[in-house]
């Protein structure tokens, strides 16, 4: 996808990430290249499901982005009907879950880069690299349900290392070439990375002006009229020394000194840093002022075999990727909205076959996501810590939630959750274990605590709401007490892909 040869070029700033380095953070998530991951899974639709728990489970709010009706034409992409039948049913579903999802005006790609340069997300999830292109800032690569190997790219890291922002990707797009261009010939990743090179070090502050200007460019031309003179003169190219490289011969130099190296007898012998004084012969001093331009003249040369460069299909790549998409600049509202959750599970398991086994993980990420204050509208009861533990290396405590009310589908009343120690110690601090000696020491204190601290919540919550969630509890009550395992957490066994 993208721009020919991006990822190798981009290789040596490739990061390892989790989802867990952007808890509590929005992404934007290009859904068609969601899509097509798991359309090559045999659970298409579990596979988006998980992947959707699974940045839930990490307080993540997704904004789901798919592609609208105005792709250019360059890009428009051959799908079929029952794709776009699957994605427009998945966007109905998504919104009805209370994700905020966006049709972009046209290339999804695009819409998420904008959400990402304007900070409304702190990144992109797509194996998509012309996000780049379109300015995105932190792309998530190779994203896998419950992975700690996804990719990260950073722009910032992009631009320093390799010296490549928006401008000159799409100057790669057009030069090395793209899915819908072929590029100029004979141009690949390595001449476009002496390219680069040299522009910076002659400081051209823009790639794309400069490339509009190559034609008549005056210092360029200066040295091409100067070599074409050189070679319509016919002139040969004067013996050099092969001691100092001046003018003259050796066995000439030997005996009579060399006017350069300013020697009445013998010469300097060149070497890498002698700092000696350069040739003064035209051939040598074009090559001098050639020096600096060198792969520039290469590429230029290459591109203005065309009759026009950049031509009408390189402008409209530039104004592709250089203009706005609207549907993004008008996207505001980006948190997670409450639902029918009795319609969306019941759609889920009837309408996309995801099994009842795979929608109880739903809710116990829901609860992660109003923890890391994802959803505005949405409480939580945590009912006891059961102890502490560790979750990827970091220090959590396994908490005990109420079920929500409207969760017809876990059994056992309640959810066991693992959190982040510091997210219970500031949301929760009346749970959190004092101090852990003296806790040890005033344990059956400390256990009184507890106790009267569900009291006291039980006790406010106790109106008719509360009753009612208790007797729908009462009803399940008689079920066998499954045994108190992490389950709800445990994705990885879950895992489809
Ligand atoms: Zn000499
Ligand atoms: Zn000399
Ligand atoms: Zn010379």
Known sequence: ?????????????????????????????????????????????????????????????????????????????????????????????LNEMGFPTLYADGEAEKACAQLNSSKAVVGCVTDDGDVFAYGATTVLKDYRTGSKEIHLYELSA??????????????????????????????????FKDLLK??????????????????????????????KKLNTDNKKKSAHCSRCGHLGTLPRHSKNGCSHCN????????????????????????????????????????????????????????????????????????????????????????????????????????????????VRDLAITPVELLRKCKKDGEPCYLIKFKQFEFDAINTENVYKIKVLQSVIDSKFPELTPKDESKAKKDQGQTQAQAATSKERKRGKNDDSRQSKINNFFSSKKNKPNRKASDNTEDLQSLKTE
């Open 1 to 93: 996808m993208g721009i020919r040869d991006l990822w190798n070029i981009l290789e040596q700033v490739k990061q390892e990430t989790s989802l867990a380095d952007f808890r509590g953070k929005k992404l934007a998530v290009d859904f068609s290249s969601w899509f097509v991951k798991c359309e090559a899974t045999p659970y298409t639709n579990r596979s988006i499901f998980y992947r959707i728990v699974d940045l839930m489970s990490n307080g993540i709010t997704p904004v789901f982005v798919f592609d609208g009706p105005k792709s250019p034409e360059f890009k428009a992409r051959k799908r079929g009907e029952s794709y776009f039948r699957a994605t427009s049913q998945w966007k109905e579903l």
């Open 158 to 191: 992009i631009e320093e290392k390799i010296g490549i922002g928006q401008k000159e990707m799409i100057a790669a797009a057009i030069l090395i070439g793209c899915d819908y261009h072929k590029g100029v010939e004979s141009v690949g990743r390595e001449e």
């Open 198 to 227: 040299e522009l910076r070090n002659n400081e051209v502050p823009d790639i794309i002006d400069r490339m509009r200007g190559w034609r008549n460019n005056p210092e360029i031309l200066s040295i091409i009229e100067e070599e």
């Open 263 to 374: 020697t009445p007898k013998e010469c300097n012998e060149k070497t890498e840093d002698s700092g000696m004084a350069p040739c003064s012969c035209e051939f040598h001093a074009l090559e001098r002022k050639k020096k600096p331009f060198l792969t520039e003249l290469k590429v230029r040369k290459a591109a203005l075999c065309q009759p026009c460069f950049p031509d009408e299909k390189d402008e409209e790549i530039i104004f592709e990727f250089m203009s706005k998409d609207e549907s993004a600049s008008n996207c505001i509202d980006l948190m997670l909205k409450t639902a029918n959750y009795q319609n969306v599970i019941e759609k889920l398991t009837e309408q996309f076959g995801v099994i009842a086994d795979d929608t109880k993980n739903f809710f116990p990420a829901l609860v992660k996501m109003v923890l890391y204050g994802q």
